[in-house]
Nanobody, 114 residues
Framework: QVHLEESGGGSVQTGGSRTLVCVAS????????LGWYRQAPGKQRELVAR???????NYADSVKGRFTISRVNAKNTVYLQMNSLKPEDTGVYYC????????WGQGTQVTVSS
């Protein structure tokens, strides 16, 4: 069973930055496309950024131009650099494959205050 562990969340003011880290228990290259998902309070979990095994990226319109996803296969790690954060970015952030095939981790909470 693949284990994914997210970290890097916290509280930040509007306009601030945060870098999230996801470490997998196995070789992520074989996972193919990976994604960062966000679950805002009272809302469904949504995919906000994805990266293919060839490092092509796609972003939700709400984060385009502000978030950057990257991966280091040798470290089994996926990152999400978040800049110009807004209160609507608040939520629990998870990593998984796209589409999600692994068990969901605990996620990491990001809270953006105005």
């Amino acid at each position: 069973q693949v284990h994914l562990e997210e970290s890097g969340g916290g509280s930040v003011q509007t306009g601030g930055s945060r870098t999230l880290v996801c470490v997998a228990s196995e070789d992520i290259f074989s996972f193919g496309t990976l994604g960062w998902y966000r679950q805002a309070p009272g809302k469904q979990r949504e995919l906000v950024a994805r990266i293919t095994s060839g490092s092509s990226t796609n972003y939700a319109d709400s984060v385009k131009g502000r978030f950057t996803i990257s991966r280091v296969n040798a470290k089994n790690t996926v990152y999400l650099q978040m800049n110009s954060l807004k209160p609507e970015d608040t939520g629990v952030y998870y990593c998984n494959t796209d589409p999600p095939r692994a068990s969901w981790g605990q996620g990491t909470q990001v809270t953006v205050s105005s």
